[in-house]
């Protein structure tokens, strides 16, 4: 039998609805919106780096899901199942799943990763054995939702489950990263994550944000208003960001409202 790779980049037409059979080798080169629904018998891999992909059909995951590297984020609008293995890679990443979370096995999971439950509504983690979490609703007891992890997974200090501001819940390491940041929408969704009430907040806590390229704003920033005690180093690498659109000044610069920021 011979296995296939089929590449898709921004110029390609989008599938329609129907649905697509991949065998083999299913390679997304650039930020895409995907409309057919998916049974990923083979892999499907993300060959861009800091870019979304957004599938509105569901997909059916029993060979792999590898994300590649870079700051990428995945929607499974249209739901995910399957029992197959989701790769994550280098860089800060987000799993976004509509529904039920499958018994697909997550692996590379790492700090600054995070995954939302755009359908499920969770308080707190409950038990984490054999890398299965499970999540805990409003009432403390009853079990939500549960994700599979590589069992070798380490969370020394557990895990963070807060809301993801849309009736969803947000998961990730209950450790804060260094966050790198190579665009203004990566910024505006960090400051969201440390500012009070957000799933990095803190109190006496210090925060790095690593600016790792030049960008311009094409939105107005969040506050910066961070928790007691907090303070946040924002290291620009000679790198530089403008509030300018066509060279006339439009957006301002970042507001502290509560920290200590330098």
Do not use: C, W
């Amino acid at each position: 039998t011979e296995i296939y790779t089929l590449s898709l980049h921004d110029a390609l037409p989008i599938f329609g609805t129907g649905l697509v059979t991949d065998n083999g080798d299913l390679q997304i080169a650039h930020s895409i919106t995907l409309a057919s629904a998916i049974n990923d018998n083979g892999s499907i891999d993300i060959g861009f780096h800091d870019g979304v992909v957004v599938f509105n059909g569901n997909v059916a995951v029993s060979g792999t899901f590898n994300f590649g590297d870079g700051t990428n984020e995945v929607d499974f609008n249209g739901g995910l199942t399957g029992a197959g293995s989701i790769n994550f890679g280098n860089g800060d990443q987000t799993l976004k799943v509509a529904g039920a979370m499958p018994a697909a096995v997550i692996h590379g999971f790492g700090v600054g990763d995070s995954i939302d439950l755009a359908s499920i509504s969770a308080s707190t983690a409950g038990s984490f054995v054999n890398g299965v979490l499970s999540l805990v609703g409003s009432d403390g007891t009853t079990i939500v939702g549960t994700i599979h992890f590589d069992a070798s997974l380490q969370a020394p200090n557990g895990f963070l489950v807060g809301s993801d501001n849309h009736g969803g819940t947000t998961v990730v390491l209950n450790e804060v990263p260094v966050f790198h940041v190579s665009s203004a929408a990566q910024l505006a969704h960090v400051l969201a994550e440390i500012n009070v009430g957000g799933v990095f907040a803190r109190t006496n806590q210090h925060y790095e944000i690593d600016i790792v390229a030049d960008f311009s704003f094409d939105q107005n920033m969040p506050d910066i208003k961070l928790g007691s005690g907090d303070t946040l180093t924002i290291n620009g690498q000679h790198h530089t960001i403008s509030g300018a659109v066509n060279g006339v000044p439009t957006y301002s610069g970042l507001y502290v409202e509560v920290g200590n920021v330098e």
